[in-house]
């Protein structure tokens, strides 16, 4: 069964303190990582999809990297718009339609 | 353009009612989908369908129901509502199952 843990479960940053967020999985071969932003009373918003081991993507303040058995959410010189839960998914190969999400790492910047 | 729309909003029931989840996409996506969002857990696939007449099971489908008679519209009926079912509901569509899904705003749904 495909497993995604997120961690910490919440992060408190003074604005302009970079730091990182995690997402471990488990998946019997990875077709896609997914990592969204959920604002409070909304529905998640999507940021990137990570397809294989070393591919790297960003914007703006964030930046997504994926090995073969993580994934991490870098924010850099964090900015209070950024507050937010970012959730992260993953997709097996074999399946074409379910997606598991980790329970999200809510991200709090103070200004 | 609309995106992925949620009605109600908002909604109690007593235990034992029923109702149904409005989901409407003005994408013309083949995919949509389901989930359920409580706290402290990830979201969790109810049901799901690749196209007009095409719907199946997800990950916690009892107790639910869902039907897909046009592209646009995917509703999820619940059938006869339990204490257990107090989640936020979320419909989300994308062009394919294996493409990022856009996310409606979620219905809030109370069963008391």
């Known amino acids: 069964e495909d497993q995604v843990t997120q961690s910490p479960e919440a992060l408190r940053l003074q604005e302009g303190e970079s730091s990182s967020l995690n997402c471990s999985y488990t998946?019997?071969?990875?077709?896609?990582l997914f990592w969204y932003r959920q604002d409070p009373g909304k529905g998640p918003e999507f940021l990137f999809t990570?397809?294989?081991a070393g591919e790297e993507k960003e914007k703006e303040r964030l930046k997504a990297t994926l090995t073969k058995k993580e994934s991490f959410l870098h924010i850099t010189a964090p900015k209070p718009e950024d507050s937010a839960t970012y959730l992260c998914?993953?997709?097996?190969?074999?399946?074409?339609?379910?997606?598991?999400f980790g329970a999200g790492t809510t991200v709090t910047v103070r200004a | 353009n609309a995106g992925v729309t949620q009605t109600p909003k908002f909604q109690v029931l007593k235990t034992g009612q029923s109702m149904t989840l409005q989901c409407a996409q003005d994408?013309?996506?083949?995919?949509m989908s389901w989930y359920r969002q409580d706290p402290g857990m990830g979201l969790r696939l109810i049901h799901y369908?690749?196209?007009?007449?095409?719907?199946d099971q997800g990950e916690v489908p009892n107790g639910y129901n869902v039907s897909r008679s046009t592209t646009e519209d995917f509703p999820l009926r619940l059938l006869s509502a339990a204490p257990s079912q107090t989640s936020v509901y979320f419909c989300?569509?994308?062009?394919?199952?294996?493409?990022?899904?856009?996310f409606g705003d979620g219905t809030r749904l109370s069963i008391l």
């Open positions: 989300a569509s994308s062009p394919r199952g294996y493409q990022p899904q856009h």
């Open positions: 998946v019997s071969g990875l077709r896609g």
């Open positions: 990570l397809y294989s």
């Open positions: 998914a993953v997709q097996a190969r074999m399946d074409d339609y379910k997606l598991s």
């Open positions: 994408m013309n996506h083949e995919y």
């Open positions: 369908s690749v196209g007009a007449g095409i719907t």
